[in-house]
């Protein structure tokens, strides 16, 4: 069956479960203009909060990420909604209790105790950032919020039903390769290609986003092509990605993010997203 993209993405809205870095909850209107009008199955390789798929609610999806926690929690989100929501709303909102959550060991918790675990430190973690180190430990502290909502019920369930369509994988994103299909519909987003040595957050995972990885990102998108799959790209405005791409259609969006809190650098920044359709 395909998914057509609208009217679906407008009824039944479901909004992200998870704070995170780079999501793309406030490009979607502009984003909304630039997806494919119809597709097959869907897929997403750079899966973060799932923005973009919980925006399309598409009839089918391959969904990937390299952060073992976060697919370990939207399976939990699929497979038990109820205990998650019972097991979060006994979580206290304090550093004492903060920090004993986060020096457990996920390994060695049920899939259930890690998932309320994510999210809890998701929630409640300074700037709502999930940054761990080289050796993948968390390691961002307690962001001092008073009242923290873990989530919305009614959302939650929406998503768990919209997850139970949804294959996970907690994989490298060239995986989306084995999977996608002439007429699906690929979205990439990797952590951007740094605008200059310091500037991009890149420590979603321990192994952090190299320009090879952005090699592997290009070839990828080319093999997509060549399978006939509709591919979008989000990526920095940056000239590397500019040259790389340049035989492809690339569109400069402004995104609601700013540069730096600072109250004289607040500029709106250009981003790039990259078709190879029209
Ligand atoms: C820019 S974020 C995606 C944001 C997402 N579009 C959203 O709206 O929240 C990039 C994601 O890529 C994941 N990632 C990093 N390296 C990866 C890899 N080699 N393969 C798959 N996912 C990876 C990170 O864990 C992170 O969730």
């Avoid at 809890?120 to 009242?147: D, E, I, Q």
């Avoid at 990885?213 to 070839?219: G, I, S, T």
């Amino acid at each position: 069956m395909q998914t057509s993209l609208f009217p679906s993405s407008s009824v039944e809205k479901i909004s992200p479960l998870v704070k995170w870095a780079g999501g793309k909850r406030n490009l979607l209107k502009v984003y909304k203009k630039l997806f494919p009008k119809r597709f097959n199955n869907y897929h997403e390789p750079f899966l973060g909060s799932g923005a973009v798929f919980f925006f399309l609610k598409p009839q089918k999806a391959v969904l990937i990420d390299k952060n073992e926690e976060l697919i370990n929690f939207y399976e939990v989100v699929r497979d038990h909604p109820l205990e998650l929501m019972e097991l979060i709303s006994t979580y206290k909102v304090d550093k004492d209790f903060y920090y004993r959550i986060r020096e457990l060991e996920p390994k060695n918790l049920s899939k259930i105790e890690r998932a309320a675990r994510f999210l809890y430190l998701n929630k409640t973690a300074y700037n709502g950032l999930w940054r761990v180190n080289s050796k993948g430990k968390f390691n961002v502290p307690f962001g001092r919020y008073k009242k923290v909502k873990f989530f919305d019920r009614e959302n939650l369930l929406k998503a768990s039903k919209l997850l139970k369509n949804a294959v996970l994988l907690c994989s490298d994103f060239e995986e989306v390769v084995k999977y996608a299909q002439k007429g699906d519909f690929v979205y990439l987003d990797p952590p951007y290609y740094p605008l200059s040595e310091t500037a991009n957050f890149r420590n979603y995972t321990s192994e952090g986003f190299s320009k090879e990885d952005h090699l592997r990102v290009y070839k990828v998108f080319k093999t997509l092509t060549e399978k006939g799959c509709f591919v979008m790209l989000s990526n920095s405005n940056s000239p590397f990605i500019r040259e790389l791409f340049k035989d492809f259609v690339i569109t400069e969006v402004f995104a609601n993010r700013f540069i730096n809190s600072k109250a004289d650098g607040r500029k709106p920044i250009i981003e790039l997203v990259i078709r190879n359709y029209e």
